[in-house]
């Protein structure tokens, strides 16, 4: 079979693929712990799957507007709202089946092939995908660890040029846990005004956070109109299998995204969007949301504490998310080669840094969404590794 060129631009989720190796070994009866996926452990809060069987029972198992029933699309421009302080008008709302659509459905009505998109390095590895897959250019700004995983504003005025169209951020972030800053955030808008540029603002863990964020991108002035906002309810509700993001945007993106909705998936279940009112809106989600948060920071902090006692590896207290990031290169091995050990020698399932990009060299991702007898067990498993596969670079670090 002969397959269309831009086949070749796509790239992978290595979470997934780990995933897979790993339960291939575990099916041969290894212990293994997955500290590989994003995916919150939780089980979704009974109401929310109690409001999804009313629907159903109530017919919801219909066709919906393209865009999202008229109610959720209002329940999520009240949340918004809430959130950057700001009104949000539900024609500026968007639902889709995945919030990887939104990315998607950004790119192909915004960005002709040539334009250039700015993105985070390390960053979610869909963003240079897709980006690549529509043919437009990559342009990566490196996140550094000295910089807690900040953005340089510097060098991302420097990558600036004519043919720039939008600039990515995720923060918080994945795989980093780090948080853009307010005064960058301010100095973001000034650059994307002054350069006429879109901004994606991947806003996935807005919620899965230990400490008040600021203001979102698109609450400072001028910057609704050029904003792009990517959401959903997997991470913050564990409804990662319910396939329910959203996009908030200006009215007239929203129109076009409506219409690549309609060529492609027409519309995200019915059942499915009617319980996000039931998550948006209740205070038993509110609670459980919080309660879910509590654990993560207890997890977070054992983990991080865990990692920093084996010598040769470092890692920053992450701000946000459920991701911890560690630097591995005191040890002596790469990224990809302790991932690969971990995995087969010790039973961790991790990521490679590099699986975010080349700005990940030398680190590994750990998702936190195990119990903290899990990560216990993960961080001993971590610590003899080290200790026997290189001793001598290990001890002297």
């Given at each position: 079979?002969?397959?269309?060129?831009?086949?070749?631009?796509?790239?992978?989720?290595?979470?997934?693929?780990?995933?897979?190796?790993?339960?291939?070994?575990?099916?041969?009866?290894?212990?293994?712990?997955?500290?590989?996926i994003?995916?919150?452990?939780?089980?979704t809060?009974?109401?929310i799957?109690?409001?999804?069987?009313?629907?159903?029972r109530?017919?919801?198992?219909?066709?919906?507007?393209?865009?999202?029933?008229?109610?959720?699309?209002?329940?999520?421009?009240?949340?918004?709202?809430?959130?950057?302080?700001?009104?949000v008008d539900?024609?500026?709302?968007?639902?889709?089946?995945g919030?990887?659509?939104?990315?998607?459905?950004?790119?192909?009505?915004?960005?002709?092939?040539?334009?250039?998109?700015?993105?985070?390095?390390?960053?979610?590895?869909?963003?240079?995908s897709?980006?690549?897959?529509?043919?437009?250019?990559?342009?990566?700004?490196?996140?550094?660890?000295?910089?807690?995983f900040?953005?340089?504003?510097?060098?991302?005025?420097?990558?600036?040029?004519?043919?720039t169209?939008?600039?990515?951020?995720?923060?918080?972030?994945?795989?980093?846990?780090?948080v853009?800053?307010g005064?960058?955030?301010?100095?973001?808008?000034?650059?994307?005004i002054?350069?006429?540029?879109?901004?994606?603002?991947?806003?996935?863990?807005?919620?899965?956070?230990f400490?008040?964020?600021?203001?979102?991108?698109?609450?400072?002035?001028?910057?609704?109109e050029?904003?792009i906002?990517?959401?959903?309810?997997?991470?913050t509700?564990?409804?990662?299998?319910w396939?329910?993001?959203?996009?908030?945007?200006?009215?007239?993106?929203?129109?076009?995204?409506?219409t690549?909705?309609?060529?492609?998936?027409s519309?995200?279940?019915?059942f499915?969007?009617l319980?996000?009112v039931?998550?948006?809106d209740?205070?038993?989600?509110?609670?459980?949301?919080?309660r879910?948060?509590?654990?993560?920071k207890?997890?977070?902090?054992?983990?991080?504490?865990?990692?920093?006692?084996?010598?040769?590896?470092?890692?920053?207290?992450?701000?946000?998310s459920f991701?911890a990031?560690?630097?591995?290169?005191?040890?002596g091995?790469?990224?990809?080669?302790?991932?690969?050990r971990?995995l087969?020698?010790?039973?961790?399932?991790?990521?490679?840094?590099?699986a975010?990009?080349?700005?990940?060299?030398?680190f590994?991702r750990?998702?936190y969404?195990?119990g903290?007898?899990?990560?216990?067990?993960?961080?001993?498993?971590?610590?003899n590794?080290?200790?026997?596969?290189?001793?001598?670079?290990?001890?002297?670090?």
């Open positions: 079979m002969r397959f269309a060129s831009r086949m070749n631009r796509l790239g992978t989720e290595s979470a997934f693929e780990v995933l897979a190796e790993a339960r291939r070994i575990e099916a041969t009866g290894k212990s293994m712990i997955h500290l590989e994003g995916e919150p452990d939780f089980d809060p009974g109401n799957i109690e409001a999804a069987y009313s629907a159903m109530s017919g919801a198992t219909h066709y919906t507007p393209a865009a999202g029933v008229p109610e959720v699309r209002a329940a999520i421009a009240a949340s918004m709202a809430r959130r950057g302080g700001v009104a539900p024609d500026q709302v968007v639902v889709v089946p919030s990887k659509n939104i990315l998607h459905f950004a790119l192909l009505s915004c960005v002709e092939a040539g334009e250039e998109v700015i993105l985070p390095d390390p960053g979610y590895p869909v963003y240079r897709l980006t690549d897959f529509v043919g437009a250019v990559a342009r990566p700004i490196r996140l550094r660890e000295e910089m807690k900040g953005m340089d504003m510097d060098e991302l005025e420097s990558l600036i040029s004519p043919r169209r939008m600039v990515i951020i995720n923060s918080p972030q994945n795989p980093t846990g780090g853009l800053s005064p960058d955030l301010d100095r973001l808008a000034e650059l994307a002054e350069h006429d540029l879109l901004v994606l603002s991947d806003e996935i863990y807005s919620r899965i956070c400490s008040k964020l600021p203001a979102p991108i698109w609450a400072r002035p001028g910057m609704a050029r904003t906002v990517l959401d959903g309810l997997s991470k509700y564990a409804m990662c299998g396939r329910l993001g959203y996009g908030v945007m200006p009215k007239e993106l929203a129109k076009r995204m409506e690549l909705l309609i060529n492609t998936s519309c995200a279940a019915s499915t969007q319980a996000a039931e998550a948006l209740s205070p038993s989600s509110e609670d459980a949301v919080l879910m948060v509590a654990d993560f207890e997890r977070r902090d054992l983990l991080v504490a865990g990692l920093n006692s084996i010598p040769g590896v470092s890692c920053l207290l992450p701000e946000a991701y990031f560690p630097n591995i290169t005191a040890t091995m790469t990224s990809r080669e302790m991932a690969s971990l087969h020698e010790s039973g961790v399932a991790v990521l490679a840094g590099e975010f990009g080349e700005g990940g060299t030398g590994i750990l998702a969404t195990k903290l007898p899990d990560i216990r067990e993960a961080v001993q498993r971590v610590a590794f080290v200790a026997n596969a290189v001793p001598s670079r290990a001890s002297t670090s």
